[in-house]
Nanobody, 122 residues
Framework: QVQLVESGGGLVQAGDSLRLSCTAS????????VGWFRQAPGKEREFVAA???????TYADSVKDRFTVSRDSAKDTVYLQMNSLKPEDTAKYYC????????????????WGQGTQVTVSS
């Protein structure tokens, strides 16, 4: 069983930056493909970014050039660096993992964290 934990959320102003972290217990994250999703109140969960083992990444158009997903193998952590935050980025952010699939669909991941709240004020 793999348990994912997100951290790093908070309340910031538009234009600020935040870095979210995703860690795992039970297995090392380096063996997983990891995705980041977000869900705002009253909206469906949406894809943000994903990282495949080996370094490949993919992003939603809405965050491309502002967000960066990266891995630190020494710390066994996957990060989501969020720059130039906008009020519309306000949501609960989730990391998700799967040992063999990745992509923009929630169904491609079988392990999920509890989420961390990001609130961006204007």
């Amino acid at each position: 069983q793999v348990q994912l934990v997100e951290s790093g959320g908070g309340l910031v102003q538009a234009g600020d930056s935040l870095r979210l972290s995703c860690t795992a217990s039970g297995r090392t994250l380096s063996s997983f493909r990891v995705g980041w999703f977000r869900q705002a109140p009253g909206k469906e969960r949406e894809f943000v970014a994903a990282s495949r083992t080996g370094g490949s990444t993919t992003y939603a158009d809405s965050v491309k050039d502002r967000f960066t997903v990266s891995r630190d193998s020494a710390k066994d952590t996957v990060y989501l660096q969020m720059n130039s935050l906008k009020p519309e980025d306000t949501a609960k952010y989730y990391c998700a993992a799967n040992p063999s699939s990745w992509g923009p669909l929630a169904g491609q991941y079988n392990y999920w964290g509890q989420g961390t709240q990001v609130t961006v004020s204007s």
